[in-house]
């Protein structure tokens, strides 16, 4: 089991970057775990961003964010940071991370994933 934490969420202009993190909470770890970031815009399902594999560090990413946002891992910090750049009002959204076992074929769907964070909000506006 992992318990999770988001951080780095704000305000912040059009074309400005903005780091996130998804922290492993005192006591629990992501272990063999995959970590993707999703987000979800009112109204909007979850929409997958990108994942890395904690133990192997390997990352797959949404083709709508490829070359914009990218995913690291923190292993001083126990963390995966999303990094990303060029934001624009459409990336407005709750970000979230979750942590589970996906196949490749399930990667990118929300339901794979069993540990979830709360989220944070970025806003994206002038």
């Known amino acids: 089991q992992v318990r999770l934490d988001e951080s780095g969420g704000g305000l912040v202009q059009p074309g400005n970057s903005l780091r996130l993190s998804c922290a492993a909470l005192?006591?629990?770890?992501?272990?063999?775990?995959?970590v993707a970031w999703f987000r979800q815009a009112p109204g909007n399902e979850y929409e997958f961003l990108g994942s890395?594999?904690?133990?192997?560090?390997?990352?797959s990413y949404a083709n709508s964010v490829k070359g914009r946002f990218s995913i690291s891992r923190d292993r001083p910090m126990s963390a995966v940071i999303l990094q990303m750049n060029n934001l624009q009002p459409e990336d407005t959204a709750v970000y979230l991370c979750?942590?589970?076992?996906?196949?490749?074929?399930?990667?990118?769907?929300?339901?794979?994933?069993?540990?979830w964070g709360s989220g944070t909000q970025v806003i994206v506006s002038s």
């Open positions: 890395i594999k904690w133990s192997g560090g390997g990352t």
């Open positions: 979750g942590a589970g076992r996906p196949t490749q074929s399930t990667i990118q769907d929300a339901r794979a994933y069993y540990y």
């Open positions: 005192s006591g629990t770890t992501f272990g063999d775990y995959t």
